[in-house]
Structure formats: C-alpha cells, structure tokens
C-alpha cells in the first residue's frame, strides 16, 4: 500500500540532546511537509521541501532542521536549541494537481515527542 | 497574516442530528479551503476540498459551503453517527492559491448515541 511511515511513534528527548524523526513515503509525491500540533493549537508548519535537495522554513523553523536528499525521505532533527520540543510532529506529502483537480495533504500517523 | 478561527473548540450532538461546524478567517479570500478529519493520537485525513467559485460540495453525509464575502466555510454532517466522532480541521492555502497550508485549531465533535 502507498502511504506515508513515521517513525518512531514515540519519543523521548533528554535536555541538551538532538533527537531525529523519519518520514518515509512511496506516494512518489515531490512535495513534503513537517507540522507540530499543541493541545487547543492548529497544525503550525516548520519545514516544507518542494522537490529534491531543497527546502523552504515554515513558520516555526527556528530549533529545527531538515534535508531532502532522497524524494522518499524527509527526516526532521529537533536540536538542542528547540527549547519546548514536547509536541505531537506529522509529516504530510502532497500530490500534484490532476487534470485540474487537486488533492488534500496525506498524513504520516505521527511521532509523539515528549522531553524527560 | 491569515487568521483562522473555528468556532467552539467542541460540540456536543445527539445521534441522527445534523452537525454544523464553522471556519472563519481574516485577510486574503483564498482560492479554496480544505476540511481534514482528525481522531485521536492519529494524523488528520482530507475529506473536502472546495474551490472559491463553488458555493457547495458534498460527499455522502458531508457538506461543505464557502462564502466568500463572509469568509466563512461551513461543514455540515447529517445524520450523525458516533463514528463521526472526532476533531474537524479547516484549512487554507497560505497564500491565495498556493500548495503549503495553514490549519485552524480544529472542532471536536462527539456524537452521542
């Protein structure tokens, strides 16, 4: 089946340490999203890449980095400089436009990120 | 930048009843809106995408209008079952028509039997 895996789906940080979340898609979709979801929050957009070797920050890049060195493969690194990491963190992936019809995101099933 | 505003972070309804669920926003009057459902623990899935010349979409027991001079979508779920229990998300295009998507809070629903 196509579809979008994230891994793990839990996760634990220790203060001061970089921690990296996978997102895997076989949707062959060029463009790819990372959000971070808070209690009583809306979806707020960190990173989004294009296509291949490129990225552009969201919203909310600051503590965060990305590479797009694979179509399939989008991993996000929450650095040390995130100071309130703890969050929920979905990948999504877009397909293009089809004969004039466009589509919605499709969503990985998260990684839930808790600081210890 | 755009606001968007769901109305009632919850809503509470009988089984059988129609739900009705509102999406403000402020600025720019996007190409289109989307609506995503979303149940607990899990990532949110599209369901409706409607575009600014379409004053109404369905898709079986769901319906979605976009009033542009309002700026308001609404979705409507009629005969409510307990599985439609679970958070609705709006959302818009960042910028008038672009792919890169900004998401409201989200309204959760519960269905009671």
């Known amino acids: 089946d196509g579809g979008i895996t994230q891994s793990p789906k839990y996760l634990f940080r220790k203060e001061g340490q970089n921690v990296t979340l996978s997102c895997e898609q076989n949707?062959?979709?060029?463009?790819m999203y990372w959000y971070r979801q808070d209690p009583g929050q809306g979806l707020r957009l960190i990173y989004y890449?294009?296509?291949?070797?490129?990225?552009q920050k969201g919203d909310i890049a600051e503590g965060y980095s990305v590479s797009r060195e694979k179509k399939e493969s989008f991993p996000l690194t929450v650095t040390s400089a995130q100071k309130n990491p703890t969050a929920f963190y979905l990948c999504a992936t877009k397909s293009p436009p089809n004969r004039g019809k466009s589509y919605g995101y499709t969503f990985g099933s998260g990684t839930r990120l808790t600081v210890v | 930048s755009q606001k968007i505003e769901q109305n009632s972070e919850a809503l509470n309804i009988q089984e059988g009843k129609t739900a009705t669920l509102t999406c403000n926003y402020t600025?720019?009057?996007?190409?289109?809106l989307q609506w995503y459902r979303q149940d607990p623990g899990r990532g949110p899935v599209f369901l409706l995408l409607i575009r600014e010349n379409e004053k109404e979409k369905r898709k079986e027991r769901l319906k979605v209008t976009f009033d542009t001079t309002l700026k308001q979508s609404l979705f409507h779920i009629t005969a409510s079952q307990p599985a439609d229990s679970a958070t609705y998300l709006c959302a818009l295009p960042r910028t008038y028509n672009n792919n890169d998507m900004r998401f409201g809070a989200g309204t959760r629903l519960t269905v009671k039997p």
């Open positions: 890449s294009q296509i291949v070797n490129d990225f």
């Open positions: 600025n720019y009057s996007p190409a289109y």
């Open positions: 949707l062959n979709h060029d463009a």
